[in-house]
Protein backbone atom coordinates (compact mmCIF):
# COMPACT_ATOMS: atom_id res chain seq x y z
CA UNK A 1 0.00 0.00 0.00
CA UNK A 2 1.31 3.74 -0.98
CA UNK A 3 1.12 6.46 1.08
CA UNK A 4 -1.75 7.67 -1.31
CA UNK A 5 -3.63 5.14 -0.71
CA UNK A 6 -3.10 5.06 2.94
CA UNK A 7 -4.16 8.54 3.05
CA UNK A 8 -7.61 7.74 0.65
CA UNK A 9 -8.49 4.66 2.80
CA UNK A 10 -8.09 6.56 5.96
CA UNK A 11 -10.49 9.46 4.72
CA UNK A 12 -12.76 6.89 3.29
CA UNK A 13 -13.07 5.07 6.74
CA UNK A 14 -13.60 8.38 8.36
CA UNK A 15 -16.53 9.33 5.92
CA UNK A 16 -17.90 5.53 6.78
CA UNK A 17 -17.77 6.46 10.28
CA UNK A 18 -18.78 9.40 10.71
CA UNK A 19 -22.59 9.00 11.86
CA UNK A 20 -21.95 5.44 13.17
CA UNK A 21 -18.60 5.50 15.67
CA UNK A 22 -17.14 9.42 15.96
CA UNK A 23 -14.61 8.25 17.69
CA UNK A 24 -13.23 6.25 15.02
CA UNK A 25 -14.21 9.27 12.34
CA UNK A 26 -11.92 11.29 14.78
CA UNK A 27 -8.96 8.81 14.60
CA UNK A 28 -9.03 7.92 11.02
CA UNK A 29 -9.35 11.85 9.80
CA UNK A 30 -6.40 12.25 12.54
CA UNK A 31 -4.14 9.35 11.17
CA UNK A 32 -5.32 11.05 6.98
CA UNK A 33 -3.75 14.08 8.65
CA UNK A 34 -0.25 12.40 10.07
CA UNK A 35 -0.11 10.39 6.46
CA UNK A 36 -0.60 13.78 4.66
CA UNK A 37 2.53 15.28 6.75
CA UNK A 38 4.56 12.21 6.07
CA UNK A 39 4.38 12.64 2.42
CA UNK A 40 5.05 16.27 2.81
CA UNK A 41 7.93 15.24 5.09
CA UNK A 42 9.40 12.69 2.32
CA UNK A 43 9.11 15.02 -1.05
CA UNK A 44 10.89 17.80 1.53
CA UNK A 45 13.46 15.32 2.06
CA UNK A 46 14.47 15.50 -1.66
CA UNK A 47 14.66 19.32 -1.82
CA UNK A 48 17.40 19.72 0.94
CA UNK A 49 15.66 22.82 2.60
CA UNK A 50 14.72 24.31 6.30
CA UNK A 51 10.92 23.29 7.70
CA UNK A 52 9.60 24.34 10.77
CA UNK A 53 8.01 21.11 12.19
CA UNK A 54 5.74 21.28 15.82
CA UNK A 55 5.54 18.67 18.01
CA UNK A 56 3.88 18.85 21.34
CA UNK A 57 4.20 22.92 21.63
CA UNK A 58 7.30 23.05 20.47
CA UNK A 59 8.37 24.59 17.12
CA UNK A 60 11.65 22.65 15.76
CA UNK A 61 13.63 24.02 12.40
CA UNK A 62 14.94 21.06 10.85
CA UNK A 63 17.10 20.72 8.08
CA UNK A 64 15.43 18.18 5.36
CA UNK A 65 18.41 16.82 3.57
CA UNK A 66 19.04 16.43 -0.41
CA UNK A 67 19.44 12.78 -0.88
CA UNK A 68 19.73 12.98 -4.52
CA UNK A 69 22.38 16.39 -4.22
CA UNK A 70 24.26 13.78 -1.73
CA UNK A 71 24.42 10.95 -4.00
CA UNK A 72 25.71 13.51 -6.68
CA UNK A 73 28.15 15.23 -5.24
CA UNK A 74 29.76 11.33 -3.47
CA UNK A 75 29.72 10.21 -6.75
CA UNK A 76 32.40 13.39 -7.84
CA UNK A 77 34.28 12.91 -5.07
CA UNK A 78 34.48 8.57 -5.20
CA UNK A 79 35.09 9.36 -8.92
CA UNK A 80 38.67 10.61 -7.71
CA UNK A 81 39.60 7.25 -6.40
CA UNK A 82 41.10 4.44 -7.72
CA UNK A 83 38.99 2.51 -5.79
CA UNK A 84 35.92 3.91 -7.64
CA UNK A 85 36.98 5.28 -10.69
CA UNK A 86 34.99 3.37 -12.76
CA UNK A 87 32.06 4.52 -11.05
CA UNK A 88 28.98 5.79 -13.47
CA UNK A 89 26.71 7.83 -10.60
CA UNK A 90 24.72 6.92 -7.61
CA UNK A 91 21.08 7.25 -8.42
CA UNK A 92 18.68 8.15 -5.51
CA UNK A 93 15.14 7.23 -6.07
CA UNK A 94 11.96 7.04 -3.91
CA UNK A 95 10.21 3.68 -5.19
CA UNK A 96 6.20 3.91 -5.06
CA UNK A 97 5.88 2.07 -1.61
CA UNK A 98 8.16 4.60 0.06
CA UNK A 99 11.31 2.87 0.43
CA UNK A 100 14.63 4.62 -0.32
CA UNK A 101 17.33 3.35 -2.43
CA UNK A 102 20.44 4.30 -4.36
CA UNK A 103 21.80 2.21 -7.30
CA UNK A 104 25.62 2.32 -7.43
CA UNK A 105 26.01 2.05 -11.86
CA UNK A 106 29.48 1.25 -12.97
CA UNK A 107 30.96 2.53 -16.60
CA UNK A 108 31.64 -1.55 -17.50
CA UNK A 109 27.74 -2.16 -16.94
CA UNK A 110 27.31 -3.53 -13.39
CA UNK A 111 25.51 -2.32 -10.59
CA UNK A 112 24.57 -2.51 -6.84
CA UNK A 113 21.75 -1.44 -5.04
CA UNK A 114 21.75 -0.18 -1.61
CA UNK A 115 18.63 0.00 0.70
CA UNK A 116 18.33 3.79 2.38
CA UNK A 117 15.29 3.79 3.84
CA UNK A 118 15.03 5.91 6.78
CA UNK A 119 18.46 6.75 6.47
CA UNK A 120 20.00 10.06 7.35
CA UNK A 121 22.34 11.76 4.98
CA UNK A 122 25.45 10.72 6.66
CA UNK A 123 23.79 6.78 7.23
CA UNK A 124 23.39 6.72 3.56
CA UNK A 125 26.53 7.84 3.02
CA UNK A 126 28.12 5.18 5.39
CA UNK A 127 25.61 2.30 3.63
CA UNK A 128 26.97 3.39 0.11
CA UNK A 129 30.52 3.23 1.32
CA UNK A 130 29.86 -0.28 2.81
CA UNK A 131 28.42 -1.48 -0.31
CA UNK A 132 31.88 0.25 -2.45
CA UNK A 133 33.90 -2.18 -0.25
Do not use: P
Not at 36 to 57: A, C, F, P, R, V
Not at 65 to 85: F, G, P, V, Y
Request: with cysteine.
Amino acid sequence: MTLDEAIKHAEEVAGVCEFEARKCAKEHRQLAEWLKELKQLKKQTKTGHWIDHSHEGYVVNVLMEDKDLICKELAKLLKLTRNQSDLKALRYEILDNDDERVTIEYEHGGSRVVNVSMDSGVAMIRDIMRACE
